[in-house]
């Protein structure tokens, strides 16, 4: 249970949001609200029902918010059960709290996976019209060239509609590098095919802000409040598609 309304300033530090100096600056620069209204210095709120956004982010602030990175590796399922009996991601992430996957990777797909109870930021992670950021590895069949890029950005068209990459190169002469928007269900894996490169594997190097190359597959981390921070703040919708093109 939550201990009751505290000051603004020492809630949002301990958010890992600023220090508590930096954050009175910010609400004297008007650039904090809660439940839509601007904050005012040595304001007292509830981190348990305030609903506080900074530069129009929200906050998460429950103490009970848990967030998770996972580098999934293969055979492993995204969902919280399997009739199958497969083994699956929330068996490898603490039992307590109750946590679920951010979006899905398939059971033959590697990489990063966030895990967390905040059902907010999960919606905005995911929710295309968002379009939080997703970048892949496909090592895939045969040698693509230019031509092949220059079709995966300009759309190819599959069974539920044209599907483009935001950023596609070639890192390696068969391995695909390609950065999408959507979350439709094995997307990466349906261009390249359609293209004629079938993926033989595929790995996802990272979440919008978020990427980790020394963290093993099969082992999770628990996120900084800094790289929550970066997620939230990913998760704003913009009215350019293309926002992330690195």
Same mark, same amino acid.
């Given at each position: 249970?939550?201990s009751g309304?505290?000051?603004?300033?020492?809630v +949002?530090?301990?958010?890992? #949001?600023?220090?508590?100096?930096a954050?009175?600056?910010?609400?004297a620069q008007g650039?904090i609200?809660v439940?839509?209204? #601007?904050?005012r /210095?040595?304001?007292?709120?509830d981190?348990?029902?305030?609903?506080?956004? $900074?530069d129009?982010v929200?906050?998460?602030?429950?103490a009970?918010?848990?967030y998770?990175?996972l580098?999934k590796?293969?055979g492993?399922v995204?969902?919280?059960?399997d009739?199958?009996g497969r083994?699956t991601v $929330?068996?490898?992430?603490p039992?307590?709290p109750?946590?679920?996957? #951010?979006?899905r990777?398939d059971?033959d797909?590697e990489g990063?996976?966030? /895990?967390t109870?905040?059902?907010e +930021?999960?919606h905005? +992670?995911?929710?295309p019209s968002f379009?939080?950021?997703?970048?892949?590895?496909?090592?895939?069949e045969?040698?693509?060239?230019?031509?092949?890029?220059?079709r995966l950005?300009?759309?190819?068209? +599959?069974?539920?509609?044209?599907a483009?990459?935001v950023?596609?190169s /070639?890192?390696?002469p068969?391995?695909?590098?390609?950065?999408?928007?959507e979350g439709?269900? *094995?997307l990466?894996?349906?261009?390249c095919?359609a293209v004629?490169?079938?993926?033989?594997?595929?790995v996802?190097t990272?979440?919008?802000?978020?990427a980790?190359?020394?963290?093993p597959p099969?082992?999770w981390?628990?996120?900084?409040?800094?790289?929550?921070?970066? /997620?939230?703040r990913?998760a704003i919708k913009?009215?350019?598609?293309n *926002?992330f093109?690195q």
């Amino acid at each position: 249970m939550g201990s009751g309304p505290e000051r603004i300033q020492k809630v +949002l530090a301990r958010a890992g #949001v600023a220090s508590r100096r930096a954050v009175e600056e910010m609400v004297a620069q008007g650039r904090i609200t809660v439940n839509g209204e #601007v904050a005012r /210095l040595g304001q007292r709120i509830d981190p348990e029902h305030d609903a506080v956004a $900074v530069d129009g982010v929200s906050v998460g602030l429950r103490a009970d918010l848990v967030y998770y990175l996972l580098n999934k590796p293969p055979g492993v399922v995204s969902t919280a059960d399997d009739p199958q009996g497969r083994p699956t991601v $929330v068996e490898m992430v603490p039992a307590e709290p109750r946590v679920f996957s #951010v979006g899905r990777l398939d059971a033959d797909t590697e990489g990063l996976l966030v /895990l967390t109870n905040d059902g907010e +930021l999960a919606h905005r +992670l995911t929710h295309p019209s968002f379009g939080v950021p997703k970048e892949y590895l496909a090592q895939v069949e045969g040698r693509p060239g230019r031509g092949i890029l220059r079709r995966l950005r300009e759309g190819v068209e +599959l069974d539920d509609g044209l599907a483009r990459a935001v950023a596609v190169s /070639l890192p390696e002469p068969s391995v695909v590098r390609m950065v999408v928007h959507e979350g439709r269900n *094995r997307l990466v894996r349906r261009m390249c095919e359609a293209v004629g490169h079938p993926v033989l594997r595929l790995v996802r190097t990272r979440i919008g802000p978020l990427a980790d190359r020394k963290l093993p597959p099969g082992q999770w981390r628990e996120l900084s409040p800094g790289e929550v921070r970066e /997620l939230e703040r990913s998760a704003i919708k913009e009215s350019a598609p293309n *926002r992330f093109t690195q």
